[in-house]
């Protein structure tokens, strides 16, 4: 399964859900960011070898709706730099964020947290 997601999620550039929990890794998701724009909803929680690394490539999705990073080696400023960037979430998860009612000024459209 890995290899096929490294090298071959290019082939899926019709993708809206993605979710690999416990497995993600920096190199998936800069394959991910790549070729699938089309992408709202994206679980890759519990992936600890998910680092700020990622964050530019998960910040090309910008039809994101639900992101769930929570349990991820993502920093604090790394999670905020997705929730102040990513302004179609309505659903965010993130277990790094000490101040969690920044999301409602930040992201208007979440309707879950």
Excluded at 11 to 21: D, E, M, N, R, T
Excluded at 83 to 102: D, F, G, I, Q, V
Aim: aromatic content about 6%; charged content about 20%; overall charge negative.
């Amino acid at each position: 399964m890995k290899d096929f997601i490294e090298h071959d999620i290019c082939l899926l550039k019709h993708l809206v859900s993605f979710a690999y929990k416990g497995g993600c890794s920096d190199k998936i998701m800069y394959q991910v960011g790549n070729n699938c724009e089309k992408l709202q909803i994206l679980d890759v929680s519990l992936s600890a070898r998910l680092t700020d690394n990622s964050i530019q490539s998960i910040l090309k999705l910008q039809e994101l709706r639900k992101l769930d990073v929570s349990c991820t080696n993502l920093s604090e400023e790394g999670c905020f730099q997705l929730l102040t960037s990513l302004r179609n979430l309505e659903s965010y998860a993130c277990s790094k964020l000490s101040m969690p009612w920044m999301m409602v000024d930040l992201c208007p459209n979440l309707t879950q947290v």
